[in-house]
C-alpha cells in the first residue's frame, strides 16, 4: 500500500507544491495533527491555564507518552504489548523493594533487569512459539498483575529514601523535571532508532511484510525480541518515575496508563496491523491527551468523566483510521451496489 | 488473520522433518483437542482427596453460586472468540451495568422496567462493539478496551460509584437464595443458557456462519453472507450473555457495585481458552466452554480454599490463558502439516 501511493503521487511531484503533496501522502500524522489543533484550540479558549501552568502539561504528557514511545516499537511490527501496564507495576514494585534495602541506583537496574526478562518472555511466545501478541501479552498482563502483587503483599511499598524522590520530583534544567527530561532523552533515542539505525528501519519492513522482510534477509525473530525489549524497558523505566515521583510503588498501577497509552499512540496514526506509523505521532497523540486531561482536570470534571473522554477518543481513533475507514466504505458500497442490482433486476422483470 | 499464518508457515518451513518431533507434537495436538477432559478429571479426584472441605455439600453449592455469572458470560462470549476477533473486554462493564440497573431500577420503579432497561444497554453495548469490529474492522481488543472505559465511566458517573441493595424480602433476593433440590437457581440459569447457546452455535444458520467466518472469513463474504452482520449477532449474543450474568452476580448477594465484574474478562477467557475453542477462531463449541468453567472455577475454588493470596491465584490464570494458548498453536501447527 506504501509504495503504491507514493509511486502514484510521486508521477507529478515537480514543483513546490507537488514536493509537499509527497511529503505529505508519506505521513501516517494526519488524524493526530488534526486533533490536536482541535483540542489546542479549544483548551486556549475555554482553559488558557493549561499553557500558563506548562509544567504540569508536560510532566502529564510525559507520564502517558512515556509507556506509549516504546509500544510504539511494537505497533510498527504489527504486534501489540498488551503487559506493558503491569510492567510498570512490577518494576515500580521491584525497584523499591530493593532501593530499600541497597540504594537507589542497584533498584533502578534490578526494575530494568526485570523488565528485560519479562520481555523476552513476551517476545518467546510471539517469535518463537507464534502466538497472537494480543492473547500472549494479554495472559502476561494478568500473570504480571498478580506477580506485583505477590511481591508486595499486596500492600503499597513505600520508598525509604523519601529525600530523593522529593528532589526527582523537583525542576532539573530550567523548569524541567527529571520525568520530562528522560521522556525527551526516550524520544529522541527511539525516533534516531527506529528512523536512522538499520534495525530500526528493519522494524517497519518487519511489519509491512513479514514474509518480504524475512525474504530480504531481515533477522525477524530476532527484531520481534527487539522490539519487546524496548517497550518492556520503556515501561519498566515509567514504573521507576513514578515510584520515585510519589516515594511509593502501587502495585495496582498502570491500567489508565494502558488505555491512555495505546490511545496516544493511535490517534498518532500508528497502523496496528504495523508497517506505518511514527514515533512522532505518537508523541502528538500524546500531547493532544495530555492537553484534554490536563484542561479536564482543572475544570474540576470527575474522573469516570475523565475516563469516558480518553476511552471515546480511543473509540474514535479507531474508528477513523484509514483502513477501517476504507472497510467501511467498502461495505457501503457494495450493499448499494446491490441494492442498484435488485432494482435492475426487478425492472428487467 | 494472514500474518499468522505467515509466521507459522515460516515457522514450519524451518522446522526440521523427524519423526520424533512429529509423535511429541501429535501428543500436542491430542493434549489441545482431548486434554481437558483428562485434566478436569484429575482436577476433581485431586481436589477431592487433598483439599480439606472442597467435597461438603455447602463448598459444592459455593462452587455453583461463583461459577454461575462467569459461566454464562464465558459462554456467551465463545461466538466472538469462534468468530476469531479474540475477546470481549467490555464483558467487565456490560455485566456489572446489568446488575446496578436490575437492582437500582427495581427499587426506583419496578422489576419489568429494570430489564428493560438492561435489555437495552446490553443492546447498545452489543452494536457499538459489533459495527466497529464487523464494518469497520477494527481490532476488537482495542475496541472493547474503549467501550469498557466508557461503560464504566458511565456507569460510576450515573450510579455515583456506591453500592446499591436490594429490598431482603424482594423477588431478587429470592431468586438468589433459592435452589432447585441441591442446585441454586443460577445453576439452573447456566445449564439453561448453555443449552439454548449450544442450539444457537450448533443447528441455526446464525452458528454455522458464525463458526464459517471463524474458518475464513473471505469464503465466508464471497459465498454471499453479510459477514458484518454476523459479527454484530456474536457481540450481541456475548451481550445478552454478560447482562443474564450480570443478574445472577448481582441476584446472589442482592447488591451490585461498579466494579463487580473486575477479572471477568480473563476468567472467561481463560475457561473459553481452557475448554479448546481456539484464538484462531473457528474451532471450538458451548459444552467445551461449560468444562473449560468447570475446570477453571474449581482451580479458583481449591486456591481459595488452599488459603492461596490473590496474587498467586491472578498468577495462575495468567499462566493458565498462555499455557492453553500455547498448546492451541502448537496443535494447530501439527494440524496444517
Known amino acids: 500500500m506504501t509504495n503504491q501511493t507514493v509511486i502514484k503521487v510521486g508521477a507529478d511531484a515537480t514543483g513546490f507544491w507537488g514536493k509537499l503533496k509527497v511529503a505529505l501522502a508519506r505521513r501516517t500524522e494526519g488524524r493526530g495533527v488534526a486533533l490536536f489543533i482541535v483540542i489546542a484550540s479549544f483548551v486556549t479558549v475555554s482553559q488558557p491555564l493549561v499553557f500558563t501552568a506548562y509544567q504540569v502539561t508536560l510532566g502529564r504528557i510525559a507520564l502517558i507518552g512515556l509507556v506509549a514511545l516504546g509500544l510504539t516499537a511494537v505497533i510498527l511490527m504489527g504486534e501489540l504489548d498488551l503487559s506493558v501496564a503491569s510492567t510498570l507495576a512490577v518494576s515500580g514494585v521491584i525497584m523499591t523493594t530493593v532501593a530499600n534495602q541497597t540504594n537507589i541506583a542497584i533498584g533502578i537496574l534490578a526494575a530494568l533487569a526485570a523488565s528485560v526478562v519479562i520481555s523476552l518472555v513476551n517476545a518467546y511466545f510471539v517469535a518463537i512459539v507464534g502466538l497472537n501478541s494480543f492473547i500472549a501479552t494479554l495472559g502476561m498482563l494478568f500473570a504480571l498483575r498478580g506477580l506485583a502483587l505477590v511481591l508486595s503483599d499486596e500492600q503499597p511499598v513505600k520508598l525509604e529514601n523519601t529525600d530523593f524522590g522529593i528532589a526527582f520530583g523537583q525542576p532539573l534544567v530550567g523548569p524541567l523535571t527529571p520525568r520530562i527530561l528522560i521522556f525527551f532523552a526516550v524520544f529522541i533515542a527511539i525516533q534516531v532508532f527506529v528512523s536512522r539505525v538499520k534495525a530500526g528501519r528493519e522494524f517497519l519492513a518487519v511489519g509491512g511484510n513479514r514474509q518480504a522482510a524475512y525474504d530480504a534477509g531481515i533477522p525477524v525473530k530476532r527484531r520481534i525480541f527487539t522490539g519487546f525489549i524496548i517497550s518492556g524497558g520503556v515501561a519498566a523505566l515509567a514504573g521507576v518515575v513514578n515510584s520515585l515521583e510519589r516515594t511509593a510503588a502501587d502495585p495496582t498501577a498502570g491500567s489508565t496508563v494502558l488505555l491512555a497509552s495505546f490511545a496516544a499512540a493511535i490517534i498518532g496514526g500508528n497502523y496496528l496491523k504495523g508497517g506505518k506509523g511514527s514515533i512522532v505521532g505518537t508523541l502528538i497523540g500524546a500531547a493532544s491527551l495530555g492537553m484534554l486531561q490536563v484542561a479536564l482536570t482543572i475544570s474540576g470534571v470527575q474522573v469516570p468523566v475523565q475516563e469516558i473522554f480518553i476511552g471515546g477518543v480511543l473509540l474514535l481513533a479507531v474508528l477513523t483510521d484509514p483502513s477501517s475507514l476504507r472497510a467501511v466504505w467498502g461495505s457501503i458500497s457494495t450493499t448499494f451496489q446491490g441494492i442498484k442490482n435488485s432494482l435492475a433486476k426487478q425492472a428487467r422483470d | ?337
Open chain 2, 1 to 337: 488473520m494472514a500474518k499468522e499464518t505467515l509466521t507459522e508457515a515460516i515457522a514450519v518451513a524451518k522446522a526440521p522433518e523427524d519423526t520424533v518431533a512429529k509423535k511429541s507434537s501429535s501428543f500436542v495436538a491430542w493434549i489441545a483437542d482431548k486434554g481437558i477432559f483428562v485434566f478436569t478429571a484429575i482436577l476433581i479426584l485431586a481436589s477431592m482427596t487433598f483439599v480439606d472441605g472442597f467435597a461438603s455439600l455447602q463448598n459444592v453449592t459455593d462452587l455453583f453460586h461463583r461459577a454461575a455469572p462467569i459461566g454464562i458470560v464465558a459462554l456467551g462470549m465463545t461466538f466472538v472468540v469462534i468468530t476469531g476477533n479474540y475477546l470481549d473486554l467490555s464483558v467487565v462493564a456490560q455485566a456489572a451495568a446489568a446488575g446496578v440497573i436490575l437492582i437500582a431500577v427495581s427499587n426506583a420503579y419496578n422489576l419489568i422496567t429494570a430489564f428493560i432497561v438492561a435489555f437495552i444497554v446490553a443492546i447498545i453495548f452489543g452494536l457499538v462493539n459489533g459495527i466497529a469490529v464487523g464494518y469497520f474492522k477494527a481490532n476488537a481488543v482495542i475496541v472493547t478496551l474503549s467501550t469498557t472505559y466508557i461503560g464504566l465511566g458511565l456507569l460510576r458517573l450515573l450510579s455515583g460509584g456506591s453500592q446499591v441493595f436490594g429490598p431482603f424480602d424482594g423477588p431478587i433476593a429470592t431468586f438468589g437464595t433459592s435452589k432447585l433440590g441441591p442446585f441454586p437457581y443460577s445453576a439452573v440459569v447456566l445449564v439453561v443458557v448453555t443449552l439454548i447457546l449450544t442450539f444457537v452455535l450448533s443447528k441455526t444458520n446464525f452458528g454455522f456462519m458464525v463458526r464459517s467466518f471463524g474458518v475464513n472469513e473471505r469464503s465466508t463474504r464471497l459465498a454471499g453472507t453479510n459477514t458484518g452482520v454476523i459479527v454484530i449477532g456474536a457481540f450481541l449474543v456475548t451481550s445478552m450473555a454478560a447482562m443474564i450474568g450480570g443478574f445472577v452476580l448481582a441476584a446472589f448477594s442482592n447488591t451490585a457495585v461498579s466494579n463487580m465484574a473486575t477479572g471477568y474478562d480473563f476468567q472467561a477467557l481463560a475457561a473459553i481458552i481452557v475448554g479448546g475453542t481456539s484464538v484462531f477462531g473457528g474451532k471450538g463449541s458451548v459444552p467445551r466452554t461449560l468444562l473449560g468453567v468447570v475446570f477453571v472455577s474449581i482451580l479458583s475454588n481449591v486456591l481459595v480454599l488452599s488459603q492461596i493470596s490473590y496474587g498467586w491465584q491472578q498468577i495462575a490464570i495468567g499462566s493458565l490463558i498462555v499455557f492453553a494458548v500455547t498448546v492451541d498453536a502448537l496443535g494447530r501447527r501439527v494440524g496444517k502439516k
